[in-house]
């Protein structure tokens, strides 16, 4: 089983959004018996709240939910439960390395890094563009997918 934590800095936008759509995507292909998916903050800021409601709405326009979700901190154990830990901006890296310890293992990864223009994806709590938030999340969760499931020949 592939044990992914997505993270970003509040866990209330872009890192739960990456949760639900991988969730989905790996229901589509029929593999969630092979996967295990979550999302985590590195700040403390939001611990316990739900997904901020447009980004619960972008993920409802999709037909995907993400009811029940409650933002989590990342913790240093994640790293040793996790095979991999994905930030959505170098600011989340930095403290994802900060938080876990440092990378001995080469877990830590940005969630762009999955597509052929890596960078940050855009924070929708500054810019409100959950738009461009959601095509990027979603690019680079179908290349995750697609790159797991050569490296396992599913």
Same mark, same amino acid.
């Given at each position: 089983?592939?044990?992914?934590?997505?993270?970003?800095?509040?866990?209330?936008?872009?890192?739960?959004?990456?949760?639900?759509?991988?969730?989905?995507?790996?229901?589509?292909?029929?593999?969630? =018996?092979?996967?295990?998916?979550?999302?985590a903050a590195? =700040?403390?800021?939001?611990?316990?709240?739900?997904?901020?409601?447009?980004?619960?709405?972008?993920?409802?326009?999709?037909?995907? =939910?993400?009811?029940?979700?409650?933002?989590?901190?990342?913790?240093?154990?994640?790293?040793?439960?996790?095979?991999?830990?994905?930030?959505?901006?170098?600011?989340?890296?930095?403290?994802?390395?900060?938080?876990?310890?440092?990378?001995?293992?080469?877990?830590?990864?940005?969630?762009?890094?999955?597509?052929?223009?890596p960078g940050?994806?855009?924070?929708?709590?500054?810019?409100?563009?959950?738009?461009?938030?959601?095509?990027?999340?979603?690019?680079?969760c179908q290349?995750?997918?697609?790159?797991?499931?050569?490296?396992?020949?599913?």
């Amino acid at each position: 089983m592939t044990r992914i934590l997505f993270v970003c800095h509040g866990n209330i936008c872009r890192s739960p959004m990456a949760e639900f759509v991988m969730k989905d995507l790996v229901r589509q292909a029929g593999l969630e =018996s092979q996967f295990h998916i979550e999302s985590a903050a590195t =700040s403390t800021e939001e611990i316990g709240n739900p997904v901020y409601p447009p980004a619960r709405r972008k993920l409802a326009e999709h037909g995907i =939910s993400c009811e029940g979700k409650r933002a989590r901190q990342l913790t240093n154990a994640d790293y040793d439960q996790f095979d991999l830990l994905i930030g959505m901006d170098r600011a989340n890296l930095r403290n994802m390395h900060r938080i876990c310890g440092g990378d001995f293992a080469g877990k830590l990864h940005l969630l762009m890094d999955y597509t052929d223009h890596p960078g940050d994806v855009a924070d929708p709590w500054y810019t409100g563009d959950f738009e461009t938030t959601w095509r990027d999340v979603l690019e680079c969760c179908q290349g995750l997918l697609e790159q797991l499931r050569f490296r396992e020949g599913k």
